[in-house]
């Protein structure tokens, strides 16, 4: 139930093997922020997504999310379903993705980025953003502990409530 983030100990409500939503099982905590936690988990089927635990502005976050539900966009995250446990704990079901945050990304090249990279990352930055402008959302929270570049093992499409995705390898 603790896990470092940043450096420092984070407490989480769940630990792993643990099953507070019905048909799925935490495998271990990933990112403790505002409204929440997020978590690995694994359904019962098998398929691998990020279970976000609301606690705090659920309302705020769930009007967010029923804006999202049927987004499709490559460079934005899928929600896949929003639920509520037998305790009364609203949850998110997200896509799954590795990688790391764009925070991370830019700590590591404490020099910078190479222009190349960060054309493309601000490209498809923008591409994601300009599809939510598009459908009539603005993401008022974007900062790049949020932007994620994922890996080629993983599919693309959207959340604005989680983190945009920036670059596919």
């Not at 990112?31 to 990020?50: C, I, P």
């Not at 606690?55 to 499709?72: H, P, S, T, Y």
């Not at 966009?73 to 997200?94: A, C, P, R, Y």
Request: aromatic share 6%.
């Amino acid at each position: 139930k603790v896990r470092q983030q940043n450096g420092k100990a984070m407490s989480f409500k769940y630990g792993p093997e643990s099953k507070p939503l019905d048909g799925y099982t935490i495998k271990r905590a990933i990112q403790r922020g505002g409204f929440g936690e997020v978590y690995y988990a694994l359904s019962d089927a098998g398929k691998e997504v990020a279970l976000k635990l609301l606690q705090d502005n659920v309302d705020v976050e769930l009007r967010g999310v029923a804006q999202c539900l049927n987004l499709k966009h490559t460079n934005l995250m899928t929600i896949f379903d929003v639920k509520q446990s037998s305790v009364g704990e609203h949850w998110i079901v997200m896509e799954y993705m590795s990688g790391q945050t764009l925070d991370q990304v830019l700590a590591a090249a404490p020099q910078g980025l190479p222009p190349q990279e960060v054309d493309s990352l601000l490209r498809e930055l923008a591409a994601g953003v300009n599809y939510l402008h598009q459908q009539g959302i603005v993401h008022r929270d974007l900062k790049p502990a949020r932007s994620e570049e994922h890996t080629s093992e993983l599919q693309s499409p959207c959340n604005l409530v989680c983190r945009l995705l920036l670059e596919k390898k």
